[in-house]
């Protein structure tokens, strides 16, 4: 299996970005096998991600740009596991971002300054405008939580890109319950039934399971893309490497 790594940082920023990022560890990844019958022509997608993670949000674009190189020759089935890299983190909304990295990395602010600018580039050629100096420190889980949601009704990519864009591009509190109320109510999902599986903790377990799911597999960090359970792609690659390993293992 070939092993594909995001290496375009400088190394001090990987240093301080373990809120987001840990380092890729495919040592295990030979244990991936088909999980059932696949249909011809679609490629299943499992994409291991974390809601906060920059790399994990241009990861997806990129892929989506390969997927559009292609011109759409095969269809994609996607299902977004979920992988807290941090899922101890308390929410604070008065705490900056900026100070919070800055201390407990023990770099300085203009470091931090440094990381943003090195990713808001990187950003902006995917498409994406990324605002990483007003984001939010919150903890991911229950944004997780309204994606497995989603998945149930068939809504959970939209939703997914909405969750990244909220956090990046609008600064939006993602552990907020009435921004995920609003969220769910967009896609047409059922706030009252959303709150009770929050409440009953089938959601937290699914969250729970995919993190486990992916020890198993030694996934390590994100994004960590699994193709029919066969493949797998570590890092935001560009999509032109996206596009590459997509002919050769499925034209």
Not at 146 to 160: D, H, R, T
Not at 214 to 232: D, H, K
Request: hydrophobic share 40%.
């Amino acid at each position: 299996m070939k092993k594909y790594t995001l290496n375009k940082l400088p190394r001090w920023a990987f240093a301080i970005l373990s809120i987001y990022l840990t380092t890729p560890n495919m040592s295990n990844s030979q244990i991936l096998s088909p999980s059932g019958p696949l249909q011809k022509d679609t490629v299943y997608i499992e994409i291991w991600t974390d809601v906060v993670c920059p790399f994990c949000y241009l990861g997806k674009k990129n892929l989506e740009a390969a997927f559009r190189q292609l011109h759409n020759q095969h269809a994609a089935q996607i299902t977004w596991r979920s992988f807290q890299l941090n899922p101890h983190l308390e929410t604070d909304t008065s705490y900056s971002i900026t100070a919070y990295l800055a201390k407990t990395k023990g770099i300085e602010v203009e470091e931090v300054n440094a990381m943003y600018r090195q990713i808001t580039s990187m950003a902006e050629k995917a498409g994406i405008q990324f605002n990483l100096e007003n984001a939010i420190l919150a903890n991911s889980g229950k944004a997780h939580s309204l994606g497995k949601f989603a998945a149930m009704y068939g809504k959970q990519s939209q939703v997914m890109e909405d969750l990244f864009q909220a956090y990046f591009t609008f600064n939006q509190n993602i552990d907020d319950q009435a921004f995920l109320d609003d969220l769910a109510a967009k896609h047409g999902l059922n706030t009252s039934a959303f709150h009770a599986a929050l409440a009953d903790g089938s959601l937290a377990r699914q969250v729970e399971d995919d993190q486990t799911e992916a020890s198993r597999l030694g996934i390590s960090g994100v994004p960590f893309f699994v193709f029919n359970r066969q493949y797998a792609i570590s890092g935001a690659q560009e999509p032109d490497v996206f596009r590459r390993f997509l002919q050769e293992k499925f034209d």
